[in-house]
């Protein structure tokens, strides 16, 4: 009788960028599948794996992380919309780089496919909105707007030629209908949508598999499971800091339903969390910091931390730790326990704040508000601790950690709620800290 497979959900609890690819990767050793569940190629995921001369640095999109893993199966489930175009060319640039791929990655056959129109309606959009959202202009939102609209292409309908043509050309005559009328951009070409559809679907063809069906499989066998987020909780759909967020849901729960898989092979909620608090784009951030004046907290958070988005380039906004937000993910996600990374990003800072909660209203607020216009109004309320001098680069116990470090770190496990299982130290493998497994070995 195969063991029982522990199956673990890895999940973003900030404003995404909070780390979740080297997590996964490290986690990987642990696992035989890693499933992708949500978004599309607007998340970004770092891998840094060896060091010195044999060291290599992966970029992921859509790819799993868990692919740099030898022998690790990954997928990409139905909750994710696909741009078939740069899925074929990460998969390119990942065996042209030395890794096996193809014959370890399955792609749903119900994922919504992302087509030119849809990158055309996000770019056009966004130039035309007086106060800007930040989309990656990767045609994600409306893709999923095309899902929710029940007037979606999805990658099953690659493999009919007549029966995608017949309904790309109907959606297109919408499209560019709007594109041209209302936007004021340029129409998208049928034909060529169409010719590079059809090779797509040649090429997309071999990976092609009933992932839910995969997943149970596996799950069967006693394989461990690892489930993959992209972006981060407060930018979920439903709630995120609307409309400054993205297009899908970004919690644990939607491990479930972006794969077809029951809630009850859920066993295990890991969040990610930096040691403090970034943001990239638009909308509200009430524990924000100046990164621009050098000598500032905000700004060694800002170079230090290498804080540029792995997609975008732009700069991410950067702030104080803010728990009150930590206690919203941690409610929404079910954490069952934290991870926090970047601790060494703060070292040499004399004195750290923590938010703790917000004034709002005249009232006192120990949780995130639903909704950007009340977070906007949020005037944070901050706990001030003391830092450390000592570096905690590359530590791998937590007796190596300085005392105050192990006094900020059990502030913010105590103020979230949440025990903290592991500590991240930096970007290589081994600079991990377990305090608790997540698959409990």
């Not at 010195?52 to 799993?64: D, E, R, S, T």
């Not at 959606?171 to 041209?180: E, G």
């Not at 792995?310 to 069952?336: E, Q, Y």
């Not at 950007?372 to 007796?399: L, M, N, Q, Y």
Request: charged share 20%.
């Amino acid at each position: 009788m195969a063991k029982a497979a522990k199956n673990v959900v890895v999940i973003g609890t900030q404003w995404g960028d909070e780390g979740k690819g080297k997590i996964v990767d490290w986690l990987t050793d642990h696992a035989q599948g890693v499933v992708r569940f949500q978004g599309g190629h607007n998340a970004g995921h770092t891998l840094v794996v060896g060091q010195g001369a044999a060291q290599k640095i992966y970029k992921l999109n859509l790819v799993p992380s868990g692919i740099v893993r030898d022998g690790v199966q990954c997928y990409i489930g139905n909750g994710v919309v696909l741009d078939a175009a740069h899925l074929l060319s990460e998969i390119d640039a990942l065996e042209k780089g030395g890794l096996e791929v193809k014959n370890r990655l399955k792609v749903s056959s119900g994922c919504p496919l992302i087509l030119n129109h849809h990158v055309a309606l996000d770019t056009a959009r966004e130039a035309k909105r007086a106060v800007k959202i930040g989309t990656t202009g990767k045609g994600i939102g409306p893709t999923y707007e095309d899902k929710v609209a029940r007037r979606a292409l999805r990658v099953y309908d690659l493999f009919y030629p007549e029966r995608f043509a017949e309904k790309l050309r109907e959606v297109m005559d919408y499209h560019n209908f709007v594109l041209t009328n209302y936007l004021g951009a340029q129409a998208v070409d049928f034909n060529q949508q169409y010719d590079a559809s059809m090779q797509h679907a040649i090429a997309l063809k071999p990976l092609i598999a009933d992932v839910s069906a995969e997943l149970y499989a596996a799950n069967d066998r006693g394989e461990n499971l690892l489930f993959e987020g992209a972006q981060g909780t407060l930018l979920d759909i439903d709630h995120g800091t609307y409309p400054y967020v993205t297009s899908s849901n970004c919690i644990a729960g939607q491990a479930s339903g972006g794969t077809g898989v029951g809630a009850n092979m859920l066993h295990y909620v890991l969040g990610i969390t930096k040691a403090y608090t970034t943001r990239v784009g638009g909308g509200p951030f009430p524990s924000e910091l100046d990164i621009e004046t050098e000598g500032v907290p905000g700004y060694q958070m800002s170079t230090k931390g290498q804080e540029i988005g792995t997609v975008t380039r732009r700069k991410r906004r950067c702030g104080w730790f803010d728990a009150a937000a930590l206690r919203r993910s941690a409610r929404i996600n079910g954490l069952s326990g934290l991870c926090i990374t970047k601790l060494d990003v703060l070292d040499g800072i004399e004195e750290l704040q923590i938010c703790t909660g917000y004034k709002l209203d005249g009232k006192i607020v120990d949780m995130l508000p639903i909704g950007a216009d009340d977070v906007a109004r949020c005037e944070p309320i901050f706990e001030t601790v003391k830092g450390w001098s000592e570096s905690t680069f590359g530590a791998k116990t937590w007796d190596a950690l300085p005392k105050n470090a192990q006094h900020y770190l059990k502030r913010l496990e105590a103020l979230c709620g949440v025990p903290i299982a592991i500590v991240s130290t930096g970007p290589e493998r081994d600079e991990t800290i377990v305090i608790q497994h997540p698959f409990g070995n």
